[in-house]
C-alpha cells in the first residue's frame, strides 16, 4: 500500500498530478481541493495517497490531508459510490463541509456533488452518519466527545424514535458527564 508520497511537481492536468519521488513518476488523481492548494511544477510537495485496485486498473488518488483521505476512505464504503464519485463529492465540498452535510441531514446540499442524486445523498446521510469527523460543531450540533462520551442518550432518544438530527439537536446544552437517565429526560425537555 502507497500510504504517503513526497517528490517534486512534474505535470498538473486537473485532475491528474505527477509526482517525481527519486526518479519514479507517480501519476496520482486528486479532488480540486487539493489541487488548488498544490505549488508550482518544479516545486516539492507531499499528498497522502490512496491506492485503488480494480479489474482493469491500479488507480492512486491523491489527497492534501489525513482528514481529506479518510473521508475519501469512508465514501467508497456507501454503495453505489466508487472512487471517482468519491472524488466528485471532495471536489464539491471540503471534508468538513461534507460532515456538516451529513449531521445536518441536507440533502440539497450532497446533491450538489456531481453524479450525487437524492437517493444516493439519503444513503450517504444514513451511512456515514457519525463516521466523519468534523462538520458536527462546526454545525452547532452535539457530539459525544463534546459532552464526555454521551453517545448513549442519543442512542435511548432514537430507539424512542427520534430522528439523528433531532437528537443531537436536543442533546447539545447537556453537560460532560450526565448520566443517561438525566441526560434523556433534559434532551426531551430541550425538544418541547
Excluded at 511537481?9 to 488523481?29: M, S
Excluded at 479532488?31 to 511544477?41: G, N
Amino acid at each position: 500500500m502507497i500510504g504517503r508520497l513526497r517528490g517534486i511537481v512534474l505535470e498538473k492536468n486537473p485532475p491528474v498530478v505527477v509526482l517525481d519521488v527519486h526518479g519514479v513518476g507517480y501519476e496520482a488523481q486528486v479532488s480540486m481541493q487539493t489541487f488548488y492548494t498544490l505549488p508550482a511544477v518544479g516545486e516539492e510537495t507531499a499528498l497522502y495517497t490512496q491506492l485503488v485496485v480494480r479489474e482493469d486498473a491500479h488507480l492512486l488518488f491523491g489527497f492534501g490531508t489525513r482528514e481529506e483521505r479518510e473521508t475519501f476512505r469512508a465514501l467508497v464504503k456507501v454503495s453505489g459510490i466508487g472512487a471517482k464519485s468519491a472524488l466528485g463529492i471532495l471536489s464539491t465540498l471540503t471534508s468538513d463541509e461534507l460532515a456538516t452535510a451529513i449531521a445536518t441531514e441536507d440533502i440539497k446540499r450532497l446533491t450538489a456533488a456531481p453524479g450525487i442524486g437524492k437517493k444516493t445523498a439519503e444513503r450517504m446521510a444514513l451511512e456515514l452518519r457519525g463516521k466523519l469527523s468534523g462538520g458536527s460543531n462546526a454545525a452547532g450540533l452535539f457530539t459525544p466527545e463534546a459532552a464526555g462520551g454521551s453517545e448513549d442518550i442519543i442512542n435511548t432518544l432514537l430507539a424512542l424514535g427520534y430522528t439523528d438530527k433531532e437528537a443531537r439537536t436536543a442533546c447539545k446544552d447537556i453537560p460532560a458527564g450526565t448520566d443517561i437517565s438525566e441526560g434523556v429526560r433534559l434532551a426531551l425537555k430541550n425538544m418541547l
